[in-house]
Antibody
Framework: QVQLVQSGAEVKKPGASVKVSCKGS????????ISWVRQAPGQGLEWMGW????????NYAQKFQGRVTMTTDTSTNTAYMELGSLRSDDTAVYYC????????????????WGLGTLVTVSS | EIVLTQSPGTLSLSLGERATLSCRAS???????LAWYQQKPGQAPRLLIH???SRATGIPDRFSGSGSGTDFTLTISRLEPEDFAVYYC???????????FGQGTKLEIK
């Protein structure tokens, strides 16, 4: 069965960076895009960007351009999201999500989600 | 960028009633690339509907989606206890391809 296993909770100081991982299993990792979505406490869902695990192409939401980097390692079937220059309003649960169908390039909804990684930014 | 506006913000209904949730887009959603998700407290979202009206695998047939262009609806025909949750609509595709979520509708027990 498809699983996305995310790394554990993080506590960071303002101005620092955080790198969250998402390990996929139960499917051909390189055939599916991975998106990252965050949810601040008590708030809605916010899409941050996607990466093609096939060719590494990325598309970042304008809000996060210059501050986020998404990568994949097909040798370990793991996707990564690094967010820099952290602020207190970056405190959120960060989810990775896989497209419903292969080679989507942003054209398919998210059929599978990780359980989320809580990132807390506090001095 | 397409903005999705969901209404109502909160919907209070009883078990067995019919729920109608609305999602309005600021511009036409191409090819009906509109999805609905359900999220329960402490859980990740779950895909319910894609392509505006196609149920995802394993989703009960009491959930249905409809609409096109800028107006979309999620209907739950007879509310079960497990249906009380927050529902989000999502637009995908576009040029360049990306994603936008609505702000959510909370469905609560009356």
């Amino acid at each position: 069965q498809v699983q996305l296993v995310q790394s554990g909770a993080e506590v960071k100081k303002p101005g620092a960076s955080v790198k969250v991982s998402c390990k996929g299993s139960g499917y051909t990792f390189s055939s599916y895009d991975i998106s990252w979505v965050r949810q601040a406490p008590g708030q809605g869902l916010e899409w941050m960007g996607w990466i093609s695990a096939y060719n590494g192409n990325t598309n970042y939401a304008q809000k996060f351009q210059g501050r986020v980097t998404m990568t994949t390692d097909t040798s370990t079937n793991t996707a990564y999201m690094e967010l820099g220059s952290l602020r207190s309003d970056d405190t959120a649960v960060y989810y990775c999500a896989r497209d419903s169908f292969p080679y989507g390039s942003g054209n398919y909804p998210f059929g599978y989600w990780g359980l989320g990684t809580l990132v807390t930014v506090s001095s | 960028e397409i903005v999705l506006t969901q209404s109502p913000g909160t919907l209070s209904l009883s078990l067995g009633e019919r729920a109608t949730l609305s999602c309005r887009a600021s511009q036409s959603v191409s090819s009906s690339y509109l999805a609905w998700y359900q999220q329960k407290p402490g859980q990740a979202p779950r895909l319910l509907i894609h392509g505006a009206s196609s149920r995802a695998t394993g989703i009960p047939d009491r959930f249905s989606g409809s609409g096109s262009g800028t107006d979309f609806t999620l209907t739950i025909s007879r509310l079960e206890p497990e249906d009380f949750a927050v529902y989000y609509c999502q637009q995908y595709g576009g040029s360049p391809p990306g994603y936008t979520f609505g702000q959510g509708t909370k469905l609560e027990i009356k």
